[in-house]
């Protein structure tokens, strides 16, 4: 039987609420999830929380403000550069995990991961998923595609380049004016910030995506980092067992 996970609230950067959801016992994994998801659809619903919980860790899936169960405040003023790092850096230290923790991200969750490590967070281990060089150092083209698709939120149809992503958004119900926020307070990471990434990494990308750039140039661009590879997409490689398994067996190693 699959285990629910617990859901707790902890104040982010200026005291936006966030949502922790908690799964399993042991050692512990925080994981970030992707753009316009949320833990319950990254981490739960295709059972990569239960099998890191099943390895003996204890899964602990933030959602991000503007996603999930956390709060998605509206105006400007709430979407600081980097804000959702600065949420982030508010929530890590009171969830008391000390100096052993592994941290795994994907897509978004994987650019936060960089941006945290490069700030001076120092989990064990790194896993980053869906995620390539091009999406780290060059993110303003990949940025522009969203905001062009929140632009054509309403009008997008079957066949358009942003009729998948935007179809998540909706089905997901975000709301588009944080969202455009958000993405806004997003920047690039230098490419000399990925020198503090010497911790073990294991770059896990689809076979078939290419979505954020080259994962490979991303493996061979780290100082630690090895590449593991699992079918599927950008969207769909997420949703297969190989993606948790990967990520379980990484850790359990």
Same mark, same amino acid.
């Given at each position: 039987?699959?285990?629910?996970?617990?859901?707790?609230?902890?104040?982010?950067?200026?005291?936006? /609420? =966030? !949502?922790?959801?908690?799964?399993? $016992?042991?050692?512990?994994?925080?994981?970030? *999830? +992707?753009? %316009?998801?949320?833990?319950?659809?990254?981490?739960?619903?295709?059972?990569?929380?239960? /099998? =890191? !919980?099943?390895?003996?860790?204890? $899964?602990?899936?933030?959602?991000?403000?503007? *996603? +999930?169960? %956390?709060?998605?405040?509206?105006?400007?003023?709430?979407?600081?550069?980097?804000?959702?790092?600065?949420?982030?850096?508010?929530?890590?230290?009171?969830?008391?995990?000390?100096?052993?923790?592994?941290?795994?991200?994907?897509?978004?969750?994987?650019?936060?991961?960089?941006?945290?490590?490069?700030?001076?967070?120092?989990?064990?281990?790194?896993?980053?998923?869906?995620?390539?060089?091009?999406?780290?150092?060059?993110?303003?083209?990949?940025?522009?595609?969203?905001?062009?698709?929140?632009?054509?939120?309403?009008?997008?149809?079957?066949?358009?380049?942003?009729?998948m992503a935007i179809s998540f958004m909706k089905t997901i119900k975000v709301d588009p004016a944080a969202l455009r926020f958000l993405l806004l307070s997003m920047s690039d990471i230098g490419a000399e910030s990925l020198a503090a990434l010497d911790m073990p990494t294991l770059v896990l990308c689809?076979?078939?995506?290419?979505?954020?750039?080259?994962?490979?140039?991303?493996?061979?661009?780290?100082?630690?980092?090895?590449?593991?590879?699992?079918?599927?997409?950008?969207?769909?490689?997420?949703?297969?067992?190989?993606?948790?398994?990967?990520?379980?067996?990484?850790?359990?190693?």
């Amino acid at each position: 039987m699959t285990a629910k996970p617990t859901l707790d609230f902890l104040p982010g950067h200026d005291g936006v /609420r =966030i !949502a922790v959801h908690r799964l399993g $016992a042991g050692a512990p994994v925080v994981l970030l *999830h +992707g753009l %316009s998801s949320n833990a319950q659809i990254n981490w739960v619903r295709y059972g990569t929380a239960q /099998r =890191i !919980a099943d390895a003996g860790f204890e $899964a602990i899936m933030i959602d991000q403000r503007v *996603h +999930g169960e %956390s709060e998605s405040p509206s105006g400007a003023a709430a979407y600081p550069r980097d804000v959702m790092a600065l949420d982030m850096e508010a929530v890590l230290p009171a969830l008391g995990l000390g100096a052993s923790f592994d941290l795994v991200g994907y897509s978004m969750g994987a650019r936060l991961s960089v941006a945290l490590v490069a700030r001076g967070l120092r989990p064990r281990r790194l896993v980053l998923g869906g995620m390539g060089l091009e999406g780290l150092t060059n993110w303003q083209p990949r940025r522009q595609f969203f905001l062009n698709a929140l632009d054509r939120f309403d009008v997008a149809r079957p066949g358009d380049p942003d009729y998948m992503a935007i179809s998540f958004m909706k089905t997901i119900k975000v709301d588009p004016a944080a969202l455009r926020f958000l993405l806004l307070s997003m920047s690039d990471i230098g490419a000399e910030s990925l020198a503090a990434l010497d911790m073990p990494t294991l770059v896990l990308c689809g076979a078939d995506d290419s979505d954020n750039g080259s994962a490979d140039a991303l493996a061979a661009t780290l100082s630690n980092a090895q590449r593991g590879t699992i079918p599927g997409n950008h969207m769909s490689s997420i949703t297969k067992p190989d993606f948790g398994i990967a990520i379980a067996e990484y850790l359990a190693a």
